[in-house]
Protein backbone atom coordinates (compact mmCIF):
# COMPACT_ATOMS: atom_id res chain seq x y z
CA UNK A 1 0.00 0.00 0.00
CA UNK A 2 0.48 3.71 -0.66
CA UNK A 3 2.50 5.08 3.01
CA UNK A 4 2.19 8.83 4.01
CA UNK A 5 3.28 11.95 1.81
CA UNK A 6 6.61 12.78 3.41
CA UNK A 7 10.22 12.78 2.67
CA UNK A 8 9.82 9.06 0.99
CA UNK A 9 7.25 10.23 -1.60
CA UNK A 10 5.39 7.23 -3.22
CA UNK A 11 6.81 7.60 -6.48
CA UNK A 12 7.21 4.37 -8.86
CA UNK A 13 4.69 1.55 -9.98
CA UNK A 14 2.70 -0.86 -7.55
CA UNK A 15 1.64 -3.88 -9.04
CA UNK A 16 -1.80 -4.94 -8.06
CA UNK A 17 -1.60 -8.13 -9.68
CA UNK A 18 1.71 -9.70 -11.38
CA UNK A 19 1.63 -9.67 -14.45
CA UNK A 20 -1.81 -8.40 -14.79
CA UNK A 21 -2.48 -4.79 -13.24
CA UNK A 22 0.02 -2.14 -12.26
CA UNK A 23 -0.84 1.45 -11.28
CA UNK A 24 2.49 4.05 -12.24
CA UNK A 25 2.40 6.73 -9.58
CA UNK A 26 4.33 10.56 -9.89
CA UNK A 27 4.07 13.64 -8.09
CA UNK A 28 3.43 16.24 -10.32
CA UNK A 29 2.41 20.23 -10.06
CA UNK A 30 -1.30 21.40 -11.55
CA UNK A 31 -1.56 24.81 -12.36
CA UNK A 32 -4.89 26.22 -11.13
CA UNK A 33 -6.36 29.38 -11.33
CA UNK A 34 -5.09 30.23 -7.87
CA UNK A 35 -1.47 28.83 -8.69
CA UNK A 36 0.14 25.89 -8.41
CA UNK A 37 -1.18 23.21 -6.78
CA UNK A 38 0.58 19.63 -5.52
CA UNK A 39 -0.14 16.41 -6.66
CA UNK A 40 -0.15 12.72 -6.63
CA UNK A 41 -0.82 11.08 -10.43
CA UNK A 42 -1.31 7.33 -10.68
CA UNK A 43 -1.76 5.61 -14.04
CA UNK A 44 -3.03 1.99 -14.68
CA UNK A 45 -1.03 -0.10 -16.76
CA UNK A 46 -3.22 -3.23 -17.94
CA UNK A 47 -6.74 -2.60 -18.36
CA UNK A 48 -6.11 -2.31 -22.10
CA UNK A 49 -5.58 -5.64 -22.59
CA UNK A 50 -9.21 -6.27 -21.61
CA UNK A 51 -10.60 -3.87 -23.95
CA UNK A 52 -10.48 -1.15 -21.48
CA UNK A 53 -9.07 1.84 -21.29
CA UNK A 54 -6.42 2.76 -19.03
CA UNK A 55 -7.50 5.32 -15.93
CA UNK A 56 -5.80 8.49 -14.75
CA UNK A 57 -6.31 10.14 -10.88
CA UNK A 58 -5.05 13.45 -10.12
CA UNK A 59 -5.35 13.70 -6.62
CA UNK A 60 -4.48 17.31 -4.74
CA UNK A 61 -2.01 16.48 -1.93
CA UNK A 62 -3.76 17.97 1.25
CA UNK A 63 -0.94 16.43 3.86
CA UNK A 64 -2.37 13.63 4.50
CA UNK A 65 -1.53 10.15 3.87
CA UNK A 66 -1.28 9.61 0.05
CA UNK A 67 -4.65 7.93 -0.43
CA UNK A 68 -4.77 4.53 -2.22
CA UNK A 69 -8.45 4.70 -3.66
CA UNK A 70 -7.23 5.17 -6.86
CA UNK A 71 -5.60 1.00 -6.29
CA UNK A 72 -8.53 0.19 -5.26
CA UNK A 73 -10.64 1.54 -8.17
CA UNK A 74 -8.59 0.38 -10.22
CA UNK A 75 -8.64 -3.20 -9.18
CA UNK A 76 -12.47 -2.82 -9.58
CA UNK A 77 -12.33 -1.64 -12.50
CA UNK A 78 -9.91 -4.68 -14.16
CA UNK A 79 -12.78 -7.18 -12.24
CA UNK A 80 -15.37 -5.63 -14.48
CA UNK A 81 -13.17 -5.04 -17.44
CA UNK A 82 -12.54 -9.32 -16.92
CA UNK A 83 -16.19 -9.92 -17.39
CA UNK A 84 -16.68 -7.47 -20.46
CA UNK A 85 -18.49 -4.74 -18.27
CA UNK A 86 -16.60 -1.53 -19.60
CA UNK A 87 -16.53 2.03 -18.86
CA UNK A 88 -16.52 5.12 -20.79
CA UNK A 89 -16.37 8.43 -21.29
CA UNK A 90 -19.87 9.93 -19.68
CA UNK A 91 -20.74 6.63 -17.58
CA UNK A 92 -20.85 6.38 -14.20
CA UNK A 93 -19.53 3.78 -11.23
CA UNK A 94 -22.16 4.62 -8.23
CA UNK A 95 -21.02 3.31 -4.36
CA UNK A 96 -23.46 0.84 -2.39
CA UNK A 97 -21.87 3.64 0.59
CA UNK A 98 -20.06 6.68 0.48
CA UNK A 99 -16.51 7.09 0.89
CA UNK A 100 -12.87 6.65 0.01
CA UNK A 101 -9.79 7.08 2.35
CA UNK A 102 -9.63 10.75 0.44
CA UNK A 103 -12.79 12.02 1.30
CA UNK A 104 -15.60 10.09 3.18
CA UNK A 105 -18.77 12.15 1.04
CA UNK A 106 -17.72 10.43 -2.55
CA UNK A 107 -20.34 8.16 -3.72
CA UNK A 108 -19.33 7.40 -6.90
CA UNK A 109 -16.81 8.25 -10.16
CA UNK A 110 -17.49 9.74 -13.36
CA UNK A 111 -15.21 9.20 -16.17
CA UNK A 112 -14.46 11.53 -19.01
CA UNK A 113 -12.13 12.21 -21.71
CA UNK A 114 -8.71 13.76 -21.21
CA UNK A 115 -8.99 17.01 -22.72
CA UNK A 116 -7.02 18.88 -20.59
CA UNK A 117 -4.23 16.52 -20.57
CA UNK A 118 -3.93 15.66 -24.48
CA UNK A 119 -0.02 16.49 -24.33
CA UNK A 120 0.79 14.18 -21.62
CA UNK A 121 -1.62 11.25 -22.15
CA UNK A 122 -2.30 9.15 -24.08
CA UNK A 123 -5.65 9.78 -25.97
CA UNK A 124 -7.27 6.41 -25.10
CA UNK A 125 -6.74 7.38 -21.56
CA UNK A 126 -10.02 7.99 -19.10
CA UNK A 127 -10.16 10.64 -16.26
CA UNK A 128 -12.03 9.36 -13.45
CA UNK A 129 -13.14 12.01 -11.51
CA UNK A 130 -14.77 11.56 -7.99
CA UNK A 131 -18.32 13.05 -7.21
CA UNK A 132 -19.30 13.57 -3.77
CA UNK A 133 -22.79 13.52 -1.85
CA UNK A 134 -25.88 14.47 -4.49
CA UNK A 135 -23.63 15.04 -7.44
CA UNK A 136 -23.41 11.34 -8.63
CA UNK A 137 -27.34 10.81 -8.43
CA UNK A 138 -27.39 14.36 -10.62
CA UNK A 139 -24.96 12.70 -13.19
CA UNK A 140 -27.08 9.63 -13.27
CA UNK A 141 -30.39 11.37 -14.20
CA UNK A 142 -29.42 14.53 -16.08
CA UNK A 143 -26.29 14.37 -17.34
CA UNK A 144 -22.35 13.63 -16.77
CA UNK A 145 -21.76 16.90 -19.11
CA UNK A 146 -23.79 19.02 -16.57
CA UNK A 147 -21.76 18.26 -13.38
CA UNK A 148 -18.44 18.80 -14.90
CA UNK A 149 -19.66 22.08 -16.48
CA UNK A 150 -19.78 23.31 -12.73
CA UNK A 151 -17.09 21.65 -11.82
CA UNK A 152 -14.98 23.88 -14.54
CA UNK A 153 -17.07 26.86 -13.13
CA UNK A 154 -16.08 25.88 -9.52
CA UNK A 155 -12.19 25.38 -10.04
CA UNK A 156 -12.14 28.23 -13.20
CA UNK A 157 -10.96 25.19 -15.31
CA UNK A 158 -11.96 24.69 -18.46
CA UNK A 159 -13.70 22.41 -19.28
CA UNK A 160 -13.44 20.73 -16.35
CA UNK A 161 -10.83 20.04 -13.49
CA UNK A 162 -8.77 16.55 -14.15
CA UNK A 163 -8.21 16.58 -10.14
CA UNK A 164 -10.06 15.72 -7.13
CA UNK A 165 -9.51 18.72 -4.47
CA UNK A 166 -10.51 16.52 -1.31
CA UNK A 167 -12.96 18.54 0.92
CA UNK A 168 -14.04 20.61 -1.61
CA UNK A 169 -17.70 21.70 -1.82
CA UNK A 170 -19.80 19.58 -3.82
CA UNK A 171 -21.92 21.70 -6.92
CA UNK A 172 -25.10 20.48 -6.88
CA UNK A 173 -27.24 19.29 -3.81
CA UNK A 174 -29.85 16.19 -5.53
CA UNK A 175 -32.64 17.41 -4.05
CA UNK A 176 -32.57 21.29 -4.86
CA UNK A 177 -31.84 20.14 -8.57
CA UNK A 178 -34.46 17.81 -8.99
CA UNK A 179 -37.00 20.77 -7.50
CA UNK A 180 -35.60 23.13 -9.92
CA UNK A 181 -34.55 21.79 -13.15
CA UNK A 182 -36.88 21.55 -16.03
CA UNK A 183 -35.66 17.66 -17.09
CA UNK A 184 -37.43 16.92 -14.24
CA UNK A 185 -40.49 16.47 -15.92
CA UNK A 186 -39.02 14.44 -18.27
CA UNK A 187 -36.95 11.08 -19.26
CA UNK A 188 -33.80 11.25 -20.36
CA UNK A 189 -31.54 9.52 -22.64
CA UNK A 190 -27.66 9.51 -21.60
CA UNK A 191 -25.81 9.80 -25.36
CA UNK A 192 -22.28 10.74 -24.23
CA UNK A 193 -21.27 10.74 -28.41
CA UNK A 194 -23.57 13.53 -29.41
CA UNK A 195 -22.71 16.94 -28.79
CA UNK A 196 -25.08 19.65 -29.24
CA UNK A 197 -23.63 23.73 -29.97
CA UNK A 198 -25.46 26.63 -29.90
CA UNK A 199 -23.74 29.09 -32.68
CA UNK A 200 -25.57 32.57 -33.41
CA UNK A 201 -28.88 31.27 -35.38
CA UNK A 202 -27.85 27.49 -35.76
CA UNK A 203 -28.48 24.42 -33.17
CA UNK A 204 -26.13 22.23 -33.76
CA UNK A 205 -26.03 18.06 -33.43
CA UNK A 206 -22.54 16.41 -34.16
CA UNK A 207 -22.62 12.47 -34.07
CA UNK A 208 -19.79 9.92 -35.26
CA UNK A 209 -21.32 8.16 -38.33
CA UNK A 210 -20.75 4.90 -36.07
CA UNK A 211 -22.83 6.00 -33.40
CA UNK A 212 -26.34 6.56 -35.89
CA UNK A 213 -27.80 3.23 -35.12
CA UNK A 214 -27.59 4.40 -31.41
CA UNK A 215 -28.98 7.47 -31.67
CA UNK A 216 -31.80 6.25 -34.22
CA UNK A 217 -32.85 4.01 -31.79
CA UNK A 218 -33.48 6.88 -29.23
CA UNK A 219 -35.12 8.69 -31.26
CA UNK A 220 -37.43 5.94 -32.69
CA UNK A 221 -38.62 4.93 -28.86
CA UNK A 222 -38.60 7.88 -27.48
CA UNK A 223 -41.69 9.73 -26.45
CA UNK A 224 -43.37 13.15 -27.70
CA UNK A 225 -41.62 14.91 -24.80
CA UNK A 226 -37.81 13.82 -23.93
CA UNK A 227 -34.01 15.04 -22.75
CA UNK A 228 -30.93 14.07 -24.67
CA UNK A 229 -27.44 14.03 -22.70
CA UNK A 230 -24.85 14.45 -25.14
CA UNK A 231 -21.44 14.65 -23.84
CA UNK A 232 -18.95 17.96 -23.38
CA UNK A 233 -19.03 19.36 -26.89
CA UNK A 234 -15.50 20.89 -26.79
CA UNK A 235 -16.58 24.68 -27.74
CA UNK A 236 -14.34 27.75 -26.51
CA UNK A 237 -17.26 28.09 -23.96
CA UNK A 238 -20.16 26.08 -22.08
CA UNK A 239 -23.34 26.72 -20.89
CA UNK A 240 -23.77 25.95 -16.71
CA UNK A 241 -26.83 26.41 -14.41
CA UNK A 242 -27.51 25.89 -11.24
CA UNK A 243 -30.69 26.27 -9.43
CA UNK A 244 -32.13 29.70 -9.14
CA UNK A 245 -29.93 31.22 -11.47
CA UNK A 246 -31.13 34.17 -13.05
CA UNK A 247 -30.62 33.56 -17.22
CA UNK A 248 -27.85 32.14 -18.99
CA UNK A 249 -24.41 31.50 -17.73
CA UNK A 250 -21.24 29.93 -19.18
CA UNK A 251 -17.43 29.04 -18.88
CA UNK A 252 -14.67 30.36 -21.45
CA UNK A 253 -11.42 28.71 -22.48
CA UNK A 254 -8.94 31.00 -22.16
CA UNK A 255 -8.82 33.25 -25.47
CA UNK A 256 -12.60 32.13 -25.99
CA UNK A 257 -14.16 35.50 -25.04
CA UNK A 258 -14.71 36.10 -28.44
CA UNK A 259 -16.20 32.93 -29.87
CA UNK A 260 -19.45 32.91 -30.67
CA UNK A 261 -20.32 28.59 -30.22
CA UNK A 262 -21.88 27.42 -27.26
CA UNK A 263 -21.55 23.72 -25.63
CA UNK A 264 -24.94 22.76 -24.71
CA UNK A 265 -25.53 19.81 -21.83
CA UNK A 266 -28.73 18.90 -23.37
CA UNK A 267 -31.37 18.97 -25.67
CA UNK A 268 -35.09 18.89 -24.52
CA UNK A 269 -37.32 17.61 -27.49
CA UNK A 270 -40.94 18.11 -27.41
CA UNK A 271 -42.97 16.88 -30.95
CA UNK A 272 -46.32 17.11 -32.08
CA UNK A 273 -48.95 19.69 -32.69
CA UNK A 274 -47.04 22.58 -31.42
CA UNK A 275 -45.59 25.97 -33.30
CA UNK A 276 -41.78 25.20 -33.97
CA UNK A 277 -39.58 26.60 -32.26
CA UNK A 278 -36.21 26.38 -30.20
CA UNK A 279 -34.61 28.69 -26.85
CA UNK A 280 -32.20 28.17 -24.87
CA UNK A 281 -33.05 26.94 -21.09
CA UNK A 282 -30.95 26.42 -17.95
CA UNK A 283 -27.57 24.80 -19.89
CA UNK A 284 -29.45 23.43 -22.93
CA UNK A 285 -31.75 23.49 -25.36
CA UNK A 286 -35.61 22.70 -25.71
CA UNK A 287 -36.21 22.67 -29.54
CA UNK A 288 -40.08 22.07 -30.11
CA UNK A 289 -40.63 20.56 -33.26
CA UNK A 290 -43.65 19.14 -35.38
CA UNK A 291 -44.42 15.62 -35.88
CA UNK A 292 -42.89 16.14 -39.72
CA UNK A 293 -39.80 18.00 -38.83
CA UNK A 294 -38.86 14.52 -36.59
CA UNK A 295 -39.49 12.40 -38.94
CA UNK A 296 -37.70 14.20 -41.32
CA UNK A 297 -34.57 14.72 -38.54
CA UNK A 298 -35.18 10.60 -37.79
CA UNK A 299 -35.21 9.80 -41.52
CA UNK A 300 -31.28 11.54 -41.83
CA UNK A 301 -30.09 10.04 -39.13
CA UNK A 302 -31.46 6.52 -40.47
CA UNK A 303 -30.30 7.57 -44.35
CA UNK A 304 -26.47 8.69 -42.25
CA UNK A 305 -26.64 12.16 -44.24
CA UNK A 306 -26.62 15.73 -42.58
CA UNK A 307 -29.80 17.62 -42.46
CA UNK A 308 -30.90 21.67 -42.06
CA UNK A 309 -34.73 22.17 -40.33
CA UNK A 310 -35.51 26.00 -40.47
CA UNK A 311 -37.29 26.96 -37.48
CA UNK A 312 -39.75 30.55 -37.60
CA UNK A 313 -39.39 31.65 -34.26
CA UNK A 314 -37.19 31.48 -31.43
CA UNK A 315 -33.64 32.00 -30.18
CA UNK A 316 -32.17 29.86 -33.58
CA UNK A 317 -33.39 29.40 -37.20
CA UNK A 318 -32.53 26.54 -37.82
CA UNK A 319 -31.38 22.52 -36.45
CA UNK A 320 -28.89 21.12 -37.68
CA UNK A 321 -27.50 17.30 -38.26
CA UNK A 322 -23.64 16.98 -38.88
CA UNK A 323 -22.10 13.86 -39.23
CA UNK A 324 -18.19 12.85 -38.45
CA UNK A 325 -16.98 10.40 -40.46
CA UNK A 326 -14.42 8.79 -37.89
CA UNK A 327 -13.78 9.03 -33.93
CA UNK A 328 -11.30 10.84 -33.61
CA UNK A 329 -13.08 13.83 -35.55
CA UNK A 330 -16.14 13.28 -33.40
CA UNK A 331 -13.49 14.01 -30.31
CA UNK A 332 -13.96 17.97 -28.77
CA UNK A 333 -10.72 19.85 -30.42
CA UNK A 334 -9.67 21.76 -27.67
CA UNK A 335 -6.34 23.36 -27.47
CA UNK A 336 -3.48 20.94 -26.83
CA UNK A 337 -2.18 21.87 -22.90
CA UNK A 338 1.52 21.99 -21.82
CA UNK A 339 3.19 19.21 -19.91
CA UNK A 340 2.81 19.49 -16.58
CA UNK A 341 5.70 20.83 -14.49
CA UNK A 342 6.59 18.65 -10.88
CA UNK A 343 7.32 19.34 -7.98
CA UNK A 344 9.30 16.97 -5.73
CA UNK A 345 10.32 17.56 -1.86
CA UNK A 346 13.88 17.47 -0.62
CA UNK A 347 12.45 17.84 3.30
CA UNK A 348 9.40 16.15 4.75
CA UNK A 349 6.11 17.78 4.48
CA UNK A 350 5.87 18.57 7.85
CA UNK A 351 8.89 20.34 7.80
CA UNK A 352 7.01 22.23 4.80
CA UNK A 353 3.75 22.69 6.91
CA UNK A 354 5.42 24.22 9.83
CA UNK A 355 7.62 26.50 7.76
CA UNK A 356 4.82 28.48 5.28
CA UNK A 357 1.85 27.79 3.95
CA UNK A 358 0.56 26.14 0.63
CA UNK A 359 -0.86 29.99 -0.91
CA UNK A 360 2.37 31.20 -0.38
CA UNK A 361 4.65 28.44 -1.73
CA UNK A 362 1.83 28.08 -4.61
CA UNK A 363 2.87 32.01 -5.58
CA UNK A 364 6.48 31.31 -5.38
CA UNK A 365 6.57 28.38 -7.27
CA UNK A 366 4.13 30.52 -9.79
CA UNK A 367 6.17 33.04 -10.12
CA UNK A 368 9.45 31.03 -10.60
CA UNK A 369 7.51 29.47 -13.61
CA UNK A 370 6.74 32.79 -15.08
CA UNK A 371 10.69 33.56 -15.21
CA UNK A 372 11.31 30.78 -17.05
CA UNK A 373 9.14 31.01 -19.47
CA UNK A 374 9.44 34.48 -20.13
CA UNK A 375 13.31 33.68 -20.16
CA UNK A 376 12.80 30.69 -22.72
CA UNK A 377 10.63 32.14 -25.23
CA UNK A 378 11.71 33.14 -28.54
CA UNK A 379 15.17 31.82 -27.62
CA UNK A 380 16.89 28.82 -29.98
CA UNK A 381 17.29 26.19 -27.41
CA UNK A 382 17.67 22.10 -27.01
CA UNK A 383 16.33 22.05 -23.61
CA UNK A 384 13.37 19.56 -22.82
CA UNK A 385 12.84 20.08 -19.16
CA UNK A 386 14.74 22.30 -16.43
CA UNK A 387 14.80 21.12 -12.88
CA UNK A 388 15.59 24.17 -10.80
CA UNK A 389 16.39 23.65 -6.69
CA UNK A 390 15.12 25.67 -4.14
CA UNK A 391 16.93 25.75 -0.44
CA UNK A 392 14.76 28.32 1.33
CA UNK A 393 15.56 29.30 4.76
CA UNK A 394 14.50 31.98 7.36
CA UNK A 395 16.08 35.32 7.15
CA UNK A 396 18.00 34.00 3.84
CA UNK A 397 17.85 34.70 0.51
CA UNK A 398 16.71 31.96 -1.99
CA UNK A 399 19.40 29.61 -3.02
CA UNK A 400 19.05 28.25 -6.45
CA UNK A 401 20.91 25.51 -8.08
CA UNK A 402 19.83 24.43 -11.77
CA UNK A 403 20.14 21.54 -14.42
CA UNK A 404 18.37 20.61 -17.64
CA UNK A 405 18.28 17.91 -20.05
CA UNK A 406 19.20 16.90 -22.72
CA UNK A 407 20.91 19.82 -23.09
CA UNK A 408 22.06 22.86 -21.06
CA UNK A 409 20.66 26.03 -22.30
CA UNK A 410 22.90 28.62 -23.72
CA UNK A 411 25.15 30.24 -20.87
CA UNK A 412 24.36 33.79 -21.18
CA UNK A 413 20.56 32.56 -20.76
CA UNK A 414 21.63 30.16 -17.62
CA UNK A 415 23.64 33.04 -16.07
CA UNK A 416 19.98 35.45 -16.19
CA UNK A 417 17.99 33.34 -15.18
CA UNK A 418 19.99 31.75 -12.14
CA UNK A 419 19.90 35.76 -10.99
CA UNK A 420 16.22 35.91 -11.28
CA UNK A 421 15.38 33.45 -9.53
CA UNK A 422 17.79 34.01 -6.65
CA UNK A 423 15.96 37.87 -6.85
CA UNK A 424 12.51 36.49 -6.53
CA UNK A 425 10.83 37.14 -2.91
CA UNK A 426 10.89 34.12 -1.17
CA UNK A 427 7.89 33.28 0.86
CA UNK A 428 7.42 34.02 4.65
CA UNK A 429 9.75 30.90 6.25
CA UNK A 430 10.03 30.04 9.40
CA UNK A 431 11.94 28.00 11.86
CA UNK A 432 13.67 25.81 9.60
CA UNK A 433 14.63 25.10 6.05
CA UNK A 434 12.73 23.65 3.12
CA UNK A 435 14.15 22.69 -0.34
CA UNK A 436 12.07 20.83 -3.23
CA UNK A 437 12.64 20.95 -6.90
CA UNK A 438 10.36 22.44 -9.93
CA UNK A 439 11.07 19.93 -12.78
CA UNK A 440 9.51 21.95 -15.88
CA UNK A 441 9.23 20.82 -19.23
CA UNK A 442 9.97 23.26 -22.07
CA UNK A 443 8.73 22.88 -25.63
CA UNK A 444 12.33 22.81 -27.69
CA UNK A 445 13.19 25.56 -30.32
Known sequence: MIGPVGSALPLGREDLIPGELSVAIAEGGIRTATGMLPALLYTTEGLAKHGQRELFFAVARTGAPAPGYPLTMARTVHGFAAERRLVDAGDVSVFGRPGVDADDRVTGFVYAEPLALQSTLDGGTLVALPLVDGETAVVQRFGHARVLALLGAQERYYPHPYWFRPGRAPVVDDAEYRAATLLSQAPAY???????????????????????????????????????????????????????????????????????????????????????????????????????????????????????????????????????????????????????????????????????????????????????????TGVRHGTEEVMVEFRLAPSRPVAVRIMARPEAPPRELQVVLE????????????????????????ARR
Open 190 to 376: NLPFLRVVHDGSRLELSVPRAELPALGEAMREAPDVCAYLPGLAGTPKTYVWSPGQQGPAAIVAPGGESASRFGCNFLLVVRGGVEPTARQVEDGFAALLTGAMHARLLQAVEAGRPVEIGLPDGAVSALCLTISDDAVASQPALPRTEPLPRIVLLTSEEQLRRATTPAELSDFVERARVVVDRLF
Open 419 to 442: RQLQGLAPPTIRYTEVAFQLHLPL
